[in-house]
């Protein structure tokens, strides 16, 4: 995936945002980098070490697409140097990393560059030769031809305010609160027109109490060529998991989006026709505090498979595929209409109304959903707009996972919050277990 964004970085298709440099352990990647980008890639710094770019290279913001395990580790390298810092998805392997990345980040202490100056004690005069040195920044390179010094390029309130105080140390924790180190993670799906308007229609209280779910995500289709490609992916020492933690995270993002956090979890998951030792089939049952229930069914295996998820409560439902959408509602609700029959089966007219993903389907079928986080992602850096995913959130979707993957393991229903030091524990055995055999 990493090379992915960096193809769309260089050739200009991110708005705002420019390819300042890459990393990749893998020769192999390095090369396929530089061969795809022709001319443009030769005038990029290529590094094999990341820390090797953070000295050799200058930027403002990393998209960090490494294995999974890696993925903590690096964001907390370049977060804690000031760098607004993108990680793929999932943001962590455990709820207890994502836990102890999520207080990281709400510990400004920990920015290193932010202990220099503060440890200097001199003030504005620091603060100001510090924005001197930081040169222009790769990513506002676009508009800088509009922009003749850094007030033009506009500044974001926080930072207006920091500067009429001048303060000096005030000021530089206003600047690094708005513009440094800022976090987030790589949810694409939740750009979908179609769960956008979901999600719209939930909060407004259009369905009324939900009542029950039901998200069949069987399109994640995947050969025996992909895993061996790759000997990490559907790996518990390499990946933390299957299909679960490596594609259907996104759907359980967009679940968890739509209608909250379960209280429980029982699970079932299945290794089927594939030389690998994490899951490739999962089905579970999740229950909500109002007895709602939501039924997940996934499976990596299935030709021409469907991803649909149906969300229904007492006065609408909602049945939605990637691309369309179907929204019935009725009133009175069901309990007003069980209320007022005193005859017969009872019921109430409906109302349907269709609603479609739109003209961007074939700009993101052929470039991605990816480049519209990494251009909000720019446009946050550069204007305080809003993450469409702060990385603090990628916490929720990992805990349903680890409890799906403890449920199965455990053969019993697990309530939310889980036990997170349980299920690391019994995790990294199962990782242990399976170094041994391969």
């Not at 449920?407 to 990782?431: Q, T």
Request: proline content about 4%; charged content about 25%; overall charge positive.
């Amino acid at each position: 995936m990493g090379g992915a964004h960096a193809l769309l970085l260089l050739f200009g298709l991110v708005k705002n945002a420019a390819l300042a440099a890459v990393c990749d352990v893998s020769e192999d990647a390095r090369a396929r980098f530089l061969k795809r980008g022709g001319k443009r890639a030769k005038k990029i710094p290529v590094f094999s070490d990341y820390k090797e770019m953070a000295n050799g290279a200058k930027f403002d913001a990393v998209i960090v697409a490494v294995p999974h395990y890696s993925h903590v580790e690096i964001a907390k390298f370049f977060i804690g140097r000031g760098k607004h810092t993108l990680i793929e998805k999932p943001v962590a392997v455990t709820e207890r990393a994502a836990a102890d990345f999520n207080a990281f980040l709400d510990e400004p202490s920990k920015l290193d560059i932010e202990k220099t100056v503060v440890l200097t004690e001199r003030g504005a005069a620091d603060f100001d030769a510090f924005l001197d040195a930081r040169g222009e920044p790769p990513v506002e390179k676009s508009i800088a031809e509009t922009a003749t010094d850094f007030g033009e390029r506009g500044k974001s309130p926080i930072e207006k305010t920091a500067e009429e105080t001048g303060r000096g140390t005030a000021r530089f924790n206003a600047f690094s609160a708005a513009r440094g180190g800022a976090a987030a993670v790589m949810y694409n799906q939740r750009t979908n027109p179609v769960y956008k308007k979901a999600k719209a229609l939930i909060d407004a209280g259009a369905l009324g109490e939900i009542r029950r779910a039901d998200f069949i995500v069987t399109d994640w289709y995947r050969s025996d060529a992909y895993y061996k490609n790759n000997s990490w992916r559907a790996s518990w020492s390499g990946e933390g998991g299957g299909i679960l933690i490596n594609q259907c995270v996104h759907q359980l993002d967009i679940l968890q989006w739509l209608i909250g956090l379960p209280e429980s979890v029982y699970a079932k998951m299945f290794t089927k026709g594939r030389d690998i030792t994490a899951e490739n089939e999962v089905a579970a049952l999740l229950r909500y505090k109002n007895d709602a229930v939501c039924v997940l069914r996934a499976s990596g295996r299935e030709l021409n498979g469907a991803n649909r998820i149906e969300i229904a409560g007492d006065r609408g439902r909602l049945v939605m595929g990637k691309y369309s959408m179907k929204y019935i509602s009725w009133e009175p609700s069901e309990p007003e209409v069980n209320t007022r029959t005193v005859k017969g089966y009872g019921g109430a007219p409906k109302r349907v109304r269709r609603y479609f993903y739109g003209p961007r389907v074939v700009p993101d079928l052929i470039l991605g959903q990816q480049r519209r986080v990494v251009a909000n992602f720019a446009a946050h850096i550069l204007n305080g707009t809003d993450l469409i995913a702060p990385a603090k959130e990628g916490i929720r979707a990992l805990s349903l996972i680890n409890g799906i993957y403890l449920s199965a393991w455990e053969g019993r229903e697990v309530a939310f919050p889980i036990d997170a030091l349980r299920y690391e524990r019994m995790l990294n055995e199962k990782a242990g277990n399976e170094k041994k055999v391969l």
